[in-house]
């Protein structure tokens, strides 16, 4: 089964930026939708946004929207995170999940996410906001 690996977390200070990565050996990614969660230390986790498989649209949880953005780069077998002007609030370990079978929406402006039974965790990446 196909394994991600987040990469790309740090310290950075509010209104900076990083760029998170997920990749696979062994097999594309391509064929996957992959969305990431994020989970705030004593919070719930919840979902950022998702690249659906096959028609690579994307859609967000509303309080990113503006700055985050998911892309696929095919030729590095990679999808990355690109997040902006980073708050406080956006502190958290990073999770990229991998489903063919999933899909993901926005409803009247709500983020949805729907996986299968397929889906595949990485390990997280610590993304610490912090001045």
């Known amino acids: 089964q196909l394994q991600p690996v987040e990469s790309g977390g740090g310290l950075v200070q509010p209104g900076g930026s990083l760029m998170l990565s997920c990749s696979a050996s062994?097999?594309?990614?391509?064929?996957?939708?992959v969305a990431w969660f994020r989970q705030a230390s004593g919070k719930d986790r919840e979902g950022v946004g998702c690249?659906?498989?096959?028609?690579?649209?994307?859609h967000y949880r509303d309080v990113v929207k503006g700055r985050f953005t998911i892309s696929r780069d095919s030729a590095k077998n990679t999808v990355h995170l690109q997040m902006n002007n980073l708050r406080v609030e956006d502190s958290g370990v990073y999770y990229c999940?991998?489903?063919?079978?999933?899909?993901?929406?926005?409803?009247?402006?709500?983020?949805?996410?729907?996986?299968?039974?397929?889906?595949?965790w990485g390990q997280g990446t610590q993304v610490t906001v912090s001045s």
């Open positions: 999940v991998v489903d063919a079978g999933a899909h993901c929406n926005e409803r009247r402006g709500v983020y949805g996410y729907s996986p299968s039974v397929h889906e595949a």
């Open positions: 690249i659906n498989y096959p028609d690579d649209d994307v």
């Open positions: 062994g097999s594309s990614l391509d064929p996957y939708t």
